[in-house]
């Protein structure tokens, strides 16, 4: 039998140091739940290069989930280093001071000087043609993140199976009440039904009471639940096997919870009994549970 793939919660936190005599270097990656994959990544004085190789790691390494990955770098004494001026935040400063200069009728000229006073516009940062070595520290440092990341995620994933498990139990207690009552349900609705009709007319209107047993046949056909019941115990068993197979099962899960509220709720409005109609109730309170638990699966 195949090794089932792991499940994972879309909610975690991991951390990942780098040190050598060059530099320290901290990655710190957060993850919660999103429909799709959104990835965020915030460090001061990060080159494109170096972003663009934290972006594809985690792109590769993360199917679903909000992610914010935040790095942090100091470079020890002796590193080689660069000047660098991040272009984007002075033209967002220069459109602050240019907004408030117009306003207040004050002298342009006076913007560059300011712009250039922010640290945030001129960095300095490791120079990666001296020092071709940063992207591999920096993803060595994401991995430790990654690996402490996914740990967490799988302990949560876990604990998050076995609750889901939990109520699929509670559900197939309920369809099993439901399933014995039926039968009960719609008996117990004819024989009211030949009681009024044995009371109200006399033995020679037969063909009336002919017309009856035909109509009690037609109600007993509208209040039948045991499609819904196949349907529901059909549901539950693509579920669990979902669970058993992992790995990312939280669209797949999605939908059969979907299907089963949908088949509890047409139960709940053909079952026209109220001790049914209290287990219908129990699988949608369940069901709903479940779905909480699984916006957060990978």
Same mark, same amino acid.
């Given at each position: 039998?195949?090794?089932?793939?792991?499940?994972?919660?879309?909610?975690?936190?991991?951390?990942?140091?780098?040190?050598?005599?060059?530099?320290?270097?901290?990655?710190?990656? #957060?993850?919660?739940?999103? #429909?799709?994959?959104?990835?965020?990544?915030?460090?001061?004085?990060?080159?494109?290069?170096?972003?663009?190789?934290?972006?594809?790691?985690?792109?590769?390494?993360?199917?679903?989930?909000?992610? @914010?990955?935040?790095?942090?770098?100091?470079?020890?004494?002796?590193?080689?280093?660069?000047?660098?001026?991040?272009?984007?935040?002075?033209?967002?400063?220069?459109?602050?001071?240019?907004?408030?200069?117009?306003?207040?009728?004050?002298? /342009?000229?006076?913007?560059?000087?300011?712009?250039?006073?922010?640290?945030?516009?001129?960095?300095?940062?490791?120079?990666?043609?001296?020092?071709?070595?940063?992207?591999?520290?920096?993803?060595?440092?994401?991995?430790?993140?990654? @690996?402490?990341?996914?740990?967490?995620?799988?302990?949560?994933?876990?604990?998050?199976?076995?609750?889901?498990?939990?109520?699929?139990?509670?559900?197939?207690?309920?369809?099993?009440?439901?399933?014995?009552?039926?039968?009960?349900?719609? #008996?117990?609705?004819?024989? #009211?039904?030949?009681?009024?009709?044995?009371?109200?007319?006399?033995?020679?209107?037969?063909?009336?009471?002919?017309?009856?047993?035909?109509?009690?046949?037609?109600?007993?056909?509208?209040?039948?639940?045991?499609?819904?019941?196949?349907?529901?115990?059909?549901?539950?068993?693509?579920?669990?096997?979902?669970?058993?197979?992992?790995?990312?099962?939280?669209?797949?899960?999605?939908?059969?919870? /979907?299907?089963?509220?949908?088949?509890?709720? @047409?139960?709940?409005?053909?079952? /026209?009994?109220?001790?049914?109609?209290?287990?219908?109730?129990?699988?949608?309170? $369940?069901?709903?549970?479940?779905?909480?638990?699984?916006?957060?699966? $990978?």
């Amino acid at each position: 039998m195949a090794k089932s793939a792991p499940i994972y919660s879309m909610t975690g936190f991991g951390r990942g140091r780098f040190t050598s005599d060059k530099r320290r270097i901290t990655v710190d990656i #957060r993850s919660v739940n999103n #429909r799709y994959l959104e990835l965020q990544i915030k460090g001061n004085g990060l080159a494109v290069e170096a972003e663009s190789a934290l972006s594809r790691f985690f792109k590769e390494s993360l199917q679903r989930g909000s992610i @914010t990955v935040v790095v942090g770098t100091a470079e020890l004494q002796g590193s080689p280093v660069k000047k660098f001026a991040d272009l984007k935040t002075a033209r967002a400063y220069h459109k602050l001071y240019a907004e408030v200069a117009d306003h207040l009728h004050l002298d /342009q000229a006076i913007i560059g000087p300011l712009i250039l006073a922010h640290p945030e516009v001129i960095r300095t940062l490791p120079s990666e043609q001296a020092d071709s070595s940063l992207v591999q520290n920096l993803l060595s440092a994401a991995k430790e993140a990654l @690996t402490a990341l996914n740990r967490m995620r799988l302990r949560e994933g876990s604990h998050m199976v076995n609750d889901l498990k939990k109520s699929l139990v509670i559900i197939d207690a309920q369809i099993s009440r439901i399933e014995k009552l039926a039968p009960l349900r719609i #008996r117990g609705y004819e024989e #009211r039904l030949r009681s009024r009709l044995d009371a109200l007319l006399s033995a020679g209107e037969e063909q009336i009471r002919m017309r009856l047993a035909a109509e009690t046949a037609l109600m007993a056909d509208k209040m039948d639940v045991s499609e819904e019941i196949s349907r529901l115990r059909s549901h539950l068993g693509q579920f669990r096997k979902t669970l058993q197979i992992g790995g990312g099962v939280g669209k797949g899960l999605n939908f059969l919870l /979907q299907e089963i509220n949908r088949e509890a709720n @047409t139960l709940s409005a053909k079952a /026209q009994d109220a001790e049914i109609v209290g287990y219908a109730l129990v699988i949608k309170e $369940e069901n709903e549970k479940m779905r909480e638990m699984i916006q957060n699966l $990978e």
